[in-house]
């Protein structure tokens, strides 16, 4: 289980939550003077998603055709690795990421029940209200309650506008204004996607910025009503502003932070009403183009974000080491003998004692570790797949202690030296691979740390 959850986690959820804080502090700052565009919001969660994309390329598992093969995907999974399992025993991951599973569903189906009992308590309440028949059409039924809280739009394929008890003690005028902006919210299906944003803040509770992406969603929402409301119906913006202050003063029986399209939201703080109160009045005459010019350019930002962030992790230093203690090297790198046919030697030889322990040289991944894949010649085999490209091949051995696809650290035993295969004597055969290019593996022994 570890090697999914915990790269899931480490790979995905934590650049998620960046991303998304990002997304969000940049959307807040565009819209900062001029939040009436809700699709916004929309393209804001979306590209939040960004690091998702990295996660269903790097987990594919593609097998080892032959040894030039270098699998970028499962660097990717060597760099999660390290990064989440460093020091933790594997039954340990196991058991912290069952815990944070059951505890993530677990507490998603109490905030999903608590969210349904809202639902199930507004349904009610529409169902227990007084019908208005001169007001109600085939579509769309008006019903006024026995409370004072906002007028708010319930239902899905057939809409109720609940109306609150106060209403009746409107001017018209005011009441027309109320009723107008309800039926504009149903005209934008906004009584739907506002639903729709509760459900996926519910899902995705552990984002605080979803949460607040669906605050900032609603003002946007509300300003946008307000602005239509005023136009299609030509009603004067400082009686409109005089029916949202009365509907304010009056609705005090209700929660309005409820996942209903309503006049005056729960979402919106005093500062949000100011702001309304002065779009109403005062509307802006900012260019639509201007706007989407500014996201696009944000969209852009976030994006090369994940591609740098993405190339960084992909591109870190890597620490090597002998993959032999007390050894001597009895044939260099390109080194000419007639056992090989006068070829130049691919690859470095260790000699030590029978029974030495062999040593992975870097920290990656064992994507090999049987004497069958590869050539008969290298007898019990191991091969790692490190970052930046490396890969090192262990040969000759006499018996290996990897597991395919096990996480492993410099210096952490692998093997026991040996003479399987087409072998002189015992002693270790060593190569290193970059870029599908055999190199000297002195290049990296003798730096310590490779990029």
Known sequence: MDSFIIQFIVNSIFPWLIFSGFAYACSSYITKYDNTSPSIWWSALLASFLPFISLS?????????DLDYINSSLESVQIVKQASIT????????????????????????????????????KSLSRASELINELSTSKVKVVISSLNHSPFVIG??????????????????????LIQHELTHITNKDHITILLWRVLSTLLWINPFVKKMEWQFIRA????????????????????????????????QFDNNNPVAQFNSGALCADDYKARLTHIAYPTNKSRLTLTLK???????????????????MTGNLTWQHPLDNHTISSTFRSISKVRDYKPHRGVDYVGERGSPVLSAADGIIVISDNKTLHSNYGNTVLIQHKNGYQTLYAHLESSKAKVGSWVKAGQVIGVIGDTGKATGVHLHFEVIKDNQRVDPSLVLGAKTTR
């Not at 390329?57 to 055709?65: E, F, K, Q, R, W």
């Not at 899905?156 to 204004?177: C, E, G, M, T």
């Open 156 to 177: 899905i394929a057939a809409p109720y506008i609940v109306l609150p008890n106060y209403f009746s003690s409107l001017k018209k005028d005011q009441q027309n204004i």
């Open 57 to 65: 390329l790097g987990t594919l598992n593609i097998p080892i055709a």
């Open 87 to 122: 020091h933790a025993s594997l039954q340990k991951v196991d058991l912290i990421a069952t815990a944070l599973i059951v505890g993530y569903f677990g507490f998603t189906c109490l905030k999903l029940i608590k969210l349904l009992a809202v639902w199930q308590n507004l």
């Open 221 to 252: 929402m509300e300003h946008k009503c307000d602005r239509l409301t005023i136009c299609r119906f030509n009603f004067n913006k400082h009686d409109y502003a005089k029916a949202l202050l009365q509907s304010l003063k009056k609705s005090v």
């Open 295 to 313: 996201f696009f350019l944000m969209l852009l930002v976030i994006f090369s974000l994940h591609i740098f962030l993405k190339d960084s992790a």
